[in-house]
Every structure is written in structure tokens, then in C-alpha cells.
């Protein structure tokens, strides 16, 4: 009877909470920055309080990044694609820099920005929702048995 080292496939550890709570996050961001073109043209239209609403939804936006920030930390923890992370990170950074700017009425900045935002939100929850969002970034190898070779 020979032993020989098989290679059997262990499961990789792959995001399952973390990405729900992704999913989750992701959604209900993009519902925010999606509000923001439309709550600014309201505004734009003479709706002076529209103005309200797009500052208060900007500062929930801000926070929303930083909540999906760190749902980021424990996706990629996880087993989840490891380029989310520092995705969150920038789109936390960018996020503040657009709220600043709002206030500062920076327009030329902000409202391309804010487009960026909006186009990046859209993507990234398309993305979420898709089933290798949910894939281990491992491999899915892992030699684990000596298992006896019958004859
Ligand atoms: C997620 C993205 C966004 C955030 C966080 C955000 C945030 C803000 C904030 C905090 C202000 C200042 C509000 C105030 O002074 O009370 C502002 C102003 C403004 N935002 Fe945004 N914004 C976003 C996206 C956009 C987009 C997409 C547009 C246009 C397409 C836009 C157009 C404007 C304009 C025109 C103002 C100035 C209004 C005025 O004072 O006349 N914003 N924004």
C-alpha cells in the first residue's frame, strides 16, 4: 500500500456577512449620491430648500462612505477582493473634499466630482451585487490529506 500526498480542495475563506453588509451599504449609498444631481436641480429650479436637503444627503453620503469603509475592512478581513479597501478609502477622501467644497461653493471642482461620485457610486453597487463579489481572492488548493493509494 503506497501513501502519497493528494491535493484535496479546501474551501477559501470567502466573504459571506461582509458582503451582505456590502451589498447593503453600497445600495444605500447609491440611493444618496443619486439623490444629489436631482435634489441640486430642484434647487436650481427655484426650490430654495432643495439646497437643504442637497447639503443634509451630501453629510449622510459622507457618512455612508465611512460606514462602507469600514465594512470594507471586514470584507477584504474575509477573504473578499482586496482592492475594495483602499477603493473605500479614496471614495471616503473624496467624499470629504466634495462636501468641502459644496460649502465652499467651489463649483468647478464640485461638480465634476460630484459626477465622478455618482458614476462611481452607480458602478460599485452594480459590482456588489454581481456573484464574484462574493469569490475568494485565495486560491482554492490547499494540499490537506495523506490519503493511502489503493491497488
Ligand atoms: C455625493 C455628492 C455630493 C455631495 C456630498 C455634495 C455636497 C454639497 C454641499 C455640502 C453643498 C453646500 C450646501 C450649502 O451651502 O448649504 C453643495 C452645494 C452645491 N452642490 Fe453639491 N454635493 C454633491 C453632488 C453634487 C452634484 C452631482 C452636483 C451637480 C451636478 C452638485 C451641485 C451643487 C451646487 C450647484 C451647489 C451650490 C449651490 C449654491 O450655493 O448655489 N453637487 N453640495
Known amino acids: ?24 451599504a453600497a445600495t444605500l449609498h ?3 449620491v443619486v439623490v444629489q444631481p436631482i435634489a441640486i436641480g430642484r434647487y436650481l429650479d427655484g426650490n430654495v430648500n432643495a439646497l437643504t436637503v442637497h447639503a443634509t444627503v451630501g453629510s449622510s453620503v ?17 477573504g473578499g477582493a482586496l482592492w475594495v479597501l483602499p477603493f473605500a478609502v479614496l471614495l471616503v477622501a473624496a467624499e ?3 462636501i468641502v467644497l459644496g460649502y465652499a461653493r467651489r463649483l468647478s471642482i464640485h461638480i465634476p ?3 465622478t461620485i455618482v458614476g ?12 464574484r463579489a462574493g469569490r475568494s481572492r485565495h486560491r482554492d488548493s490547499t494540499p490537506t490529506a495523506t490519503a493511502p493509494e489503493s491497488m
Open 96 to 98: 470629504i473634499t466634495q
Open 62 to 78: 459622507g457618512v455612508m462612505g465611512m460606514v462602507l469603509a469600514a465594512i470594507a475592512v471586514g470584507y477584504v478581513v474575509g
Open 120 to 131: 462611481i457610486g452607480v458602478a460599485f453597487a452594480i459590482w456588489a451585487w454581481q456573484p
Open 30 to 32: 447609491l440611493l444618496a
Open 113 to 115: 466630482l460630484g459626477v
Open 1 to 24: 500500500m503506497l501513501e502519497t500526498e493528494t491535493t484535496t480542495t479546501a474551501p477559501a475563506r470567502r466573504p459571506r456577512i461582509s458582503l451582505w453588509a456590502l451589498r447593503v
